[in-house]
């Protein structure tokens, strides 16, 4: 069968915000992603892969034929984390106890504890009896009180209640991937082999992004702070292909590496808390002054606007908020996405972007910026109703799970969905040189 609605609708969308004119073709789907449910996931998940897919075959002036998609190994990946498996064993990761659904005085609340910091911003607002305690707050003020001790947390609302909120009103004002140009610049070319893409980003979506950067030919240096490492289990998942450097942006050595490091790139992703790079001079217009030949993409959880611009989010939190949780849930408690949907989508929307601005480079020149956010994922999701596909359950991954090497042994993990597989094996060790910094 070819795209369902929801899927082209998608793809357009994508295509119309980067001014791109992809030849979609008659894309083929084969099979079914098990993901069909209260609303269109398999649209959102099929929709995103087929997007980046489609700017990838653009930038390389690829037209093999229509585009064949299988739908179970797009759903496999967008579990990817479930099934990453270290010398043949499940690598860990998933969600730690305090990051679940918290009953209050007058319904729910999701807490976020992967991370140390964040965990004992929730323990330092509820003490060690969370559940207990919790009983005693209203849900909107424990998450207020949460956020401003640092943490992570958000109320479980309906769609209405989170339509009425002004941080809804300022993500409704932006499109889904919201495209601007940002500085002057001569056109050039730059094809997806040797594309130099430097990976500012955590946990999911923007590692997504990067990741299928990477899948689609990119040298890809991802940077990380040497005292906030990342889940390890999210590495192994999303490093594939990649390479990998500890960087302290606060060291004057290390920042100044840093610089020598944009100045050599072509495309920068960011996937961190809006704010944190900005204070180190890494923000898209400050970028964009200093090198107008970026093309820069930038992720959020809630949007970079309105007054939860700043705030820390996850994929999970975003559906507690914005009535996903509630529509997902039943009469004892609230649900979730058969998978992180959210942030997956995100990440290869963001890719979709990045090589569509590539492209457009190519022929209009400039510099350019392309936002993206949980949230605005989102309001697309809850927009289109149940889809085209019934309930299901996702497809057993093992048709798709490739085995990488890796300097710590055998790394595990499903491959990228209509993609070549992944060339350089798993994450490469911190102090990798990618082949594109200055001597």
């Known amino acids: ?63 093999p034929g229509p585009l064949s998609l299988d739908a179970g190994h797009v759903a496999a990946s967008f579990a990817g984390e479930r099934h990453v498996r270290f010398h043949g064993k499940p690598a860990g990761g998933g969600f730690a106890p305090l990051s679940r659904f918290w009953r209050t005085a007058d319904g729910w609340v999701r807490l976020h504890g992967n991370y140390p910091r964040h965990r004992a911003a929730a323990t330092a607002v509820l003490g060690e009896d969370v559940a207990s ?11 207020t009180a949460v956020v401003a001790a640092g943490g992570a947390a958000a109320a479980v609302r309906g769609a209405a209640a989170w339509a009425a909120l002004p941080q809804a009103a300022a993500v409704r004002e932006r499109p889904l991937v919201a495209v601007a140009r940002t500085a002057a610049h001569p056109g050039r070319r730059v094809g ?5 893409v430097l ?52 060291d004057r050595h290390d920042r100044a590496r840093v610089e020598e490091l944009v100045a050599a790139a072509d495309v920068v992703v960011q996937g961190y808390r809006p704010g944190a790079l900005d204070a180190h001079g890494l923000d898209p217009g400050s970028l964009a002054e200093r ?20 705030r820390r989010g996850f994929d999970s939190l975003v559906q507690a908020a914005t009535g996903i949780a509630a529509l997902y849930g039943g009469d004892e408690a609230p649900g979730a996405l058969p ?29 350019w910026c392309a936002e993206l956010s949980l949230a605005a994922t989102a309001h697309w999701l809850l927009g289109t109703g149940p889809g085209h596909e019934p309930p299901g359950n996702p497809p057993d991954p093992g048709p798709w799970l490739v085995e990488l090497p890796s300097p710590a042994g055998p790394v595990t993990v499903v491959g990228p969905p209509g993609a070549p597989p992944f060339t350089t094996g798993a994450l490469l060790p911190p102090g990798t040189r990618p082949r594109w910094l200055p001597r």
């Open 1 to 63: 069968m070819t795209l369902p609605p929801g899927a082209a609708g998608l793809v357009d969308e994508v295509r119309t915000a980067v001014g791109a004119t992809w030849d979609v073709g008659a894309p083929v789907l084969r099979a079914r992603t098990g993901l069909g449910g209260a609303l269109d996931v398999p649209g959102l998940a099929v929709g995103a892969v087929a997007a980046q897919l489609l700017a990838a075959r653009a930038l390389e002036d690829a037209s």
């Open 133 to 143: 305690a919790a009983l005693g707050w209203r849900a909107e003020e424990l998450e």
């Open 192 to 196: 997806l082999r040797g594309l130099r």
């Open 199 to 250: 990976d500012l980003t955590r946990v999911i979506a923007g590692p997504v992004a990067t990741r299928a950067l990477a899948a689609q030919g990119a040298d890809v240096l991802r940077i990380d702070a040497p005292q906030a490492p990342d889940d390890p289990a999210l590495l192994d998942d999303t490093g594939a292909g990649k390479r990998h450097v500890l960087l302290d942006l606060a």
């Open 291 to 310: 090198y107008p030949h970026l093309v820069v993409a930038r992720l959020s959880a809630w949007g970079t606007r309105g007054p939860w611009g700043s």
């Open 339 to 367: 998978v992180q949907a959210l942030d997956h989508a995100t990440g290869h929307l963001a890719a979709a972007a990045v090589l569509g601005l590539i492209g457009r480079q190519q022929d209009e020149g400039g510099g």
